[in-house]
């Protein structure tokens, strides 16, 4: 199952619109992508990421790594308490009406596609205060898109069960039960201890409480529901003997197999209130604010001789730290696979950037940042990874302290004129796992020890993830410092596709990246070009 047409065509769309921006300004390229400016500049950045996958970086049954397609959390041969976990209580009434330990609910045979995708629009304003520091801010507009074909096979040979005839015809449930109890209690009366009127009580209970599970039920037309019709029969053939008459004639079953509608029709029930299995795209939402603060330490090189020429060799390193606010809204727990658009909680990060220069050809910058995440609460369905569909009833308030994340960024590169360069980078990102509790729960609606564990969530949230991505920049920068152009900017693009990975929930997917970088002199004047060169980069 696929849809290669959506996947072009919004492939065909980013590539388009990279054209349009990178056509903006079609002169020379140049500049150092570096995190602080000339003092007395304002450099406004727009730098919007496209990451589209299918698959992710899983965990198999072995407990390896292996590629995973993200359909393949919806794949259920049968369909049953794998995905819908909240099915094992059911199972276990069943189980005891029909006598059978085997028994399992089978809804059919699904299968599914899933694509997700994220849009990122970050706007960044950086002011030079010295040529030494720099503060800066960035809001991101993000926007979040899943794909899901979803599709379920349900007949005599896949399944056995269907939506529990309590949703269809309560009426008809509860008057099927009242009438046994009726005779039951009329069987107790005069022979409280014989065989038939205890498993009579026992069979009463547990098909009680299967009803009030109002999800699935056995079939009519199929194996298990023709034994629990079975064991009635013997119960009215055993109650007869006692001179007890008025058991009912027929167990309320489900009226057919499940389909695709009636079974999107249960997600949207009582008992899971959730979202469908659709497609849908989110509107634009304000993600995580960042605040930085970045500081130049080393700066070598870059003084000309008496002849005007730089050294061959350039260096420049410098540290910073980064505050990233709560801002952005966590994933809707009634929508299954939504994404969060920020963490909601606030971060502390500190990173460490340098640049190299040798001759005028080549270079290289690189960066290393490594960030400390706070404490925040979240409202999540509590369930392992592979519990795809847990029910509403799991939904709590949560203690979520997502683990500290390391980043490696490396970019050598060939400068092919001075304000043109191409390279290769290679990224790596380690997160390391989250930790969950319970929040405050009120134990009038729910009660603690009825959930399952929080620490279920923490299973495959460490993450690593390693890309190579290959990079082109043009700045018009030095130009219009020499008075060639009459606006100094920065354009740059990168893809980025992913080598390795791990985790179990690790996206697999190209990312795009391009940016431009527009900047103003409010005070200190302009500088030489060679001065402005390798003082008016941006921050990848």
């Known amino acids: 199952m696929s849809r290669p047409t959506s996947r072009i065509r919004q492939l065909t769309s980013v590539l388009a619109w990279i054209a349009l921006i990178l056509g903006y300004q079609a002169q020379h390229l140049e500049g150092q992508e570096l995190p602080w400016i000339q003092g007395g500049k304002v450099r406004l950045d727009f730098f919007p990421t496209y990451w589209t996958w299918d698959s992710r970086y899983g965990i198999g049954p072995s407990g390896a790594d292996e590629i995973e397609e993200l359909g393949m959390d919806l794949w259920g041969d049968p369909l049953g308490r794998e995905i819908l976990p909240d099915l094992g209580s059911l199972e276990e009434s069943l189980q005891q009406a029909l006598q059978d330990p085997s028994y399992r609910v089978r809804l059919g045979v699904s299968q599914a596609y899933r694509d997700q995708s994220r849009l990122v629009f970050p706007f960044r304003l950086d002011i030079g205060i010295t040529d030494w520091l720099t503060i800066g801010g960035m809001a991101p507009l993000v926007r979040s898109r899943s794909e899901i074909t979803f599709a379920l096979d349900a007949d005599s040979l896949t399944a056995t069960d269907g939506i529990s005839p309590f949703e269809a015809d309560p009426a008809a449930v509860i008057t099927f039960l009242d009438a046994f109890r009726n005779a039951l209690l009329t069987a107790q009366a005069t022979h409280p201890a014989d065989p038939a009127v205890l498993e009579a009580q026992e069979y009463l209970d547990v098909l009680t409480k299967a009803y009030s599970h109002s999800s699935f039920f056995p079939a009519d037309g199929s194996q298990p529901g023709a034994k629990l019709q079975e064991r009635l029969e013997e119960f009215r053939t055993a109650f007869s003997s006692l001179g007890v008459f008025g058991l009912p004639l027929a167990v309320p079953l489900a009226d057919s197999y499940m389909d695709e509608e009636s079974f999107q029709g249960f997600l949207g029930g009582r008992h899971m209130r959730a979202a469908p299995l659709e497609d849908w795209t989110d509107p634009f939402v304000l993600g995580d604010i960042e605040i930085t603060a970045d500081v130049r330490l080393l700066h070598r090189g870059f003084e000309p001789d008496s002849a005007g020429q730089l050294p061959r060799l350039r260096l420049q390193a410098g540290g910073g730290v ?83 994340y390391f980043e490696l960024d490396l970019n050598p590169r060939v400068f092919l004129t001075p304000d043109m360069s191409f390279g290769v980078r290679y990224h790596l990102w380690s997160k390391g796992e989250d930790s969950y509790s319970l929040g405050a729960i009120n134990t009038e609606i729910q009660d603690p020890a009825e959930l399952p564990p929080a620490d279920l969530l923490n299973l495959e949230t460490e993450q690593t993830l390693q890309e190579i991505g290959f990079s082109a920049t043009y700045s018009s920068v030095g130009p219009h410092a020499r008075g060639e152009v009459g606006m100094p900017l920065l354009i740059r693009a990168t893809y980025f596709q992913p080598v390795g990975g791990s985790g179990g929930r690790t996206p697999k997917g190209g990312r795009f990246q391009v940016g431009i970088t527009i900047f103003k002199t409010f005070w200190g004047g302009e500088r030489s070009a060679g001065e402005s060169q390798e003082l008016s980069g941006v921050v990848p």
């Open 322 to 404: 980064l505050v990233r606010l709560g801002t952005g809204a966590n994933a809707d727990p009634a929508r299954f696979f939504d994404q969060d658009h920020g963490d909601g909680q606030m971060d502390f990060e500190a990173n460490a950037f340098g640049m190299m220069e040798f001759g005028s050809r080549l270079g290289a910058w690189g960066q290393v940042r490594y960030g400390i995440q706070t404490e925040g609460d979240v409202f999540r369905r509590i369930a392992a990874p592979s519990e795809t569909l847990p029910a509403f009833s799991r939904t709590v308030p949560l203690k979520w302290t997502p683990g500290d």
